[in-house]
């Protein structure tokens, strides 16, 4: 999903650090530099940092070739010089940028004369890099058709391996006046490259086509593999540095965007200027784009479950509301019968009000959950039927008037549900012990719905289910998102993850009711799962399985088939399934069906765990 990524209010003072990092004025040197006798080169410009040290200050004919010119979004043209210096920090290219349509021409060697200036794609709030430019131009035609300066071949070779070097603790972590160490950082590498004309050859898909015409691909084959071509983002540390995205210069009227997904190749020689985007950071705007190689990637199929296991699953389905195609019910259902193997239970989430984002009050989902349920059975699965707590109005954050909530369906054909005087949106469901054994007060219940941890966010959905005599508990959730965080190119290193401070609360509230139900029959059978928001390796992770109260199945997979998601080029978990002790042998399948392909039914890949209770 894309977001500009806002920072949280807790980290806006930073921008008060824009002085220190450079961000607001030129410095004393730089002005000196401004009216030296010597021509300003690009490289004087770009200087050895983050930030020019030219910054703010006026520049007299800077020559340079057109390498780029782009006539949509942030109109304007790169420049490049032929003579490089022997400095590697330096770049020898940078945007002009123009607001109207450039006039100029790829070839062209042209003098510009501008104001220096850094530009934050997102706003100064956003934690992102800047892109060094010069505006308002006046720009001089020298000659026409000449050779483009060489491109800079970017490759595993030439990437380094670590991505980013520690904030300056005096700059509040910021990266912008360190020098640059191309050889030692990939952030560095790219910024000493930015502006400049670059390319890469064949190089693997990562990420697959989006809504915006652009991909990933990923310059370095074997880091972090994933089992089907994409690259796995496996901790904090491990950001992927060949990770790169595409973007072409053409408008897409006059040259359509390649459709590809994860494990196809982009083939041959992509070429043009390296700029950085609010979206992604670095990313290589083809001025000649390679050709798509598709590959053989299908969207799996899960095993069906044996008679004697329970199959359980959670799939977020993406704001799904009456108001969506026919077509989309019909994928989605379709994915739930023949990639799902039809579960014996299934957690939704993003399951929207009766009329989506219609915002007029109206919080029931049963015509949504009608139309789905129907669209299943049509699509020769079982005939589900449904239980969940309609949410209070505009409470649950989400898109405004969707109202989403999390949803069961299950097959009564093989599970019943335990119906406990069904709670509604602000009663808590709690846990009493019957029999020696733990029950829910409310089934379906919410969990802590007036924990602040919940405040404009999705409450947890509790019920109890039997499956061949045996009590399970399930508890379906889907946590705050990650709007808010800064991305892996923040100027911040470690980038700052406002957004995770709610999910860690949020991971709290749940790991104390798997306690309270533990502690009333420590052998409960116990499944926590949904839309976490978080990886198997975050804090998050970590509080809902605090004590051995339970288990993130997905560890269970080896590393290169741990993911449900793939934002800018990097293969995440974001959903999750966690078992209580007393569920010992399972078999767990992220289904990928969805995050590695450009056609989506959701963004999302569904989980499935099988046991026998």
């Known amino acids: 999903m894309r977001s500009s990524h806002p920072r949280s209010a807790a980290v806006a003072a930073l921008v008060a650090t824009a002085l220190a990092t450079g961000l607001l004025a030129g410095s004393a040197d730089a002005a000196e530099g401004a009216v030296s006798a010597d021509p300003i080169r690009i490289h004087d410009i770009q200087g050895t940092t983050r930030i020019s040290p030219l910054n703010g200050k006026q520049v007299t004919d800077v020559e340079g070739i057109v390498t780029g010119v782009r006539t949509y979004g942030s109109r304007g043209f790169w420049i490049q010089d032929p003579d490089a210096d022997d400095n590697d920090a330096t770049s020898e290219g940078v945007f002009v940028f123009t607001s109207s349509v450039p006039t100029v021409a790829a070839g062209d060697a042209v003098k510009v004369s501008g104001t ?99 991909l990933w691909v990923t310059v ?40 590809a997904n994860v494990g196809d190749k982009l083939t041959g020689t992509t070429e043009g200027p390296l700029d950085f985007n609010q979206f992604g950071g670095y990313t290589l705007v083809a001025r000649t784009l390679g050709t798509v190689t598709a590959g053989t990637l299908a969207p799996e199929k899960t095993k069906p479950q044996a008679e004697q296991e329970l199959a359980v699953a959670t799939y977020n389905v993406e704001n799904l509301d009456p108001t969506d195609p026919q077509e989309k019910f019909d994928a989605l259902a379709k994915a739930v019968v023949e990639n799902l193997a039809s579960p014996d239970v299934l957690a939704l989430e993003e399951i929207q009000d009766d009329n989506g984002a219609k915002n007029d009050g109206t919080v029931s989902a049963e015509q949504t959950l009608t139309k789905f349920t129907a669209a299943i059975t049509a699509a020769g699965g079982p005939a589900y039927q449904w239980r969940t707590v309609n949410p209070e109005d505009k409470k649950d954050g989400g898109e405004p008037g969707g109202n989403i909530r999390q949803v069961f369906l299950f097959n009564p054909a093989r599970v019943s549900f335990t119906e406990r005087a069904p709670g509604d949106a602000v009663t808590a469901t709690g846990v009493v012990k019957e029999n020696g054994k733990a029950a829910l ?115 269970s997979l080896p590393k290169a088939e741990r993911y449900s998601y793939v934002y800018q080029g990097n293969a995440q978990v974001l959903d ?38």
């Open 116 to 214: 220096v200036g850094e530009y934050v794609p997102g706003g100064l709030n956003s934690g992102n890099q800047s892109v060094t430019q010069i505006s308002k131009p006046t720009v001089t035609v020298v000659s026409s058709g000449n050779a483009l300066p060489e491109a800079t071949a970017v490759n595993e070779y030439s990437v380094p391996a670590e991505y980013a070097p520690a904030g300056d603790p005096a700059a509040a972590g910021s990266i912008n006046g360190l020098t640059l160490e191309p050889a030692r950082y990939a952030l560095d590498y790219y910024e000493s490259l930015e502006g400049m004309n670059v390319r890469i050859g064949t190089s693997r898909v990562v990420g697959a086509t989006d809504p915006y015409s652009e």
């Open 220 to 259: 370095k084959g074997w880091e972090n593999a994933a089992k089907r071509g994409g690259t796995v983002y496996g901790s904090y540390e491990s950001q992927n540095t060949g990770r790169l995205q595409i973007q072409q210069l053409a408008p897409l009227a006059q040259q359509p965007f390649p459709v």
């Open 441 to 555: 007060t409310h089934s379906p219940g919410r969990v802590d719905p007036a924990n602040p941890a919940w405040a404009d966010s999705r409450k947890p959905l509790a019920g109890e289910f039997v499956f061949r005599g045996k009590t399970v508990f399930v508890i379906a959730n889907h946590f705050g998102s990650k709007g808010g965080d800064e991305g892996l190119t923040s100027h911040h290193q470690p980038p700052v993850r406002s957004s995770e401070a709610k999910r860690l609360l949020q991971a709290q509230a749940v790991n104390g009711f798997v306690k309270e139900i533990l502690a009333a029959d420590k052998n409960a059978n116990v499944l926590v799962l949904g839309d976490i928001n978080d990886f198997e390796f975050s804090a998050t992770t970590d509080a809902l399985a605090d004590g051995g109260a339970l288990y993130p199945a997905i560890k």
């Open 576 to 613: 999750q399934i966690l078992t209580s002790p007393a569920i010992k042998k399972f078999t767990y399948d992220s289904v990928h069906i969805n995050a590695e392909f450009a056609a989506q039914n959701s963004d999302h890949d569904p989980q499935v765990l099988r046991f026998r209770p």
